[in-house]
């Protein structure tokens, strides 16, 4: 059974920081392209960031969150990351993290949350003063 838990999710103040991370059991977590998903109240699900399983690592992120968010990965630890800055209230939501062996991040792809087959229960992002 694959197992995603997110965790590091807190209040923040604008302009402050957070680190998200997903720790993963049950898949084979170095052949899997990873994600980060975000949904607000009332909003659909989007998509926030993904990287490849791919030795180079390729990474995508929303328009959003470009030059704020950093997604890595450490397959020795079978952990996804997510720096946070530049937090600002827009960027307010449950934060999930995805994974799949199936699914792509490259030339645009991978952030669709119907590529990603398990999901973690997700961790509160709360941007505000």
């Known amino acids: 059974e694959v197992q995603l838990v997110e965790s590091g999710g807190g209040l923040v103040q604008p302009g402050g920081s957070l680190r998200l991370s997903c720790t993963a059991s049950?898949?084979?977590?170095?052949?899997?392209?990873l994600a980060w998903f975000r949904q607000a109240p009332g909003k659909e699900r989007e998509g926030v960031s993904c990287?490849?399983?791919?030795?180079?690592?390729?990474?995508e992120y929303h328009d959003s969150v470009k030059g704020r968010f950093t997604i890595s990965r450490d397959n020795a630890k079978n952990t996804l990351y997510l720096q946070m800055n530049s937090l600002k209230p827009e960027d307010t939501a449950m934060y999930y993290c995805?994974?799949?062996?199936?699914?792509?991040?490259?030339?645009?792809?991978?952030?669709?949350?119907?590529?990603?087959?398990?999901w973690g229960q997700g961790t509160q992002v709360t941007v505000s003063s």
């Open positions: 049950g898949l084979r977590f170095g052949d899997a392209t």
């Open positions: 990287i490849s399983w791919r030795n180079d690592n390729f990474v």
């Open positions: 995805a994974a799949d062996v199936t699914a792509s991040c490259f030339g645009g792809y991978g952030l669709e949350s119907v590529d990603y087959n398990n």
